[in-house]
């Protein structure tokens, strides 16, 4: 899988940020919460390749259950940008519809069982 320097934003543009990841293997999830928010994701890439250029101070965190992965999204627009991965906290992933020239719906995704993975029922 080879990795480019994709440009990000939220919807509202306060939050940019750029990253250094493939695009496929694309991914979905099954958690409560992505069931929830629908977002079509990059595979995993290390903390190092994310830089946020701006809005840093926009982003809110939201955590559930064990509280391991963390979940950010916009303040102004809510839309989620990129999470911290439960199974690594060194891993995390991308929304790829906030990247630049990516056209979501032309990827083949497959679906991480991330509900396997919650410890309470329906979380
Ligand atoms: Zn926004």
């Known amino acids: 899988m080879s990795t480019e320097l994709l440009q990000g934003s939220c919807h509202c543009g306060t939050v940019k940020f750029e990253v250094r990841t493939a695009v496929v293997p694309a991914a979905r999830c099954n958690c409560s919460l992505c069931r929830r928010k629908g977002a079509l994701m990059t595979p995993p890439f290390a903390v190092g390749e994310l830089k946020i250029l701006r809005g840093e101070e926009a982003l809110t965190l939201y955590q559930f259950n064990t509280r391991t992965a963390k979940h950010y999204f916009c ?6 940008p990129f999470h911290q991965t439960r199974k690594d906290p060194q891993l995390w992933r991308a929304n790829i519809g906030c990247l630049e020239g990516i056209d979501p719906y032309t990827l083949e995704a497959s679906v991480a069982n991330g509900a396997s993975l919650s410890v309470e029922e329906d979380a």
């Open 75 to 80: 303040k102004h627009c809510g839309i989620y």
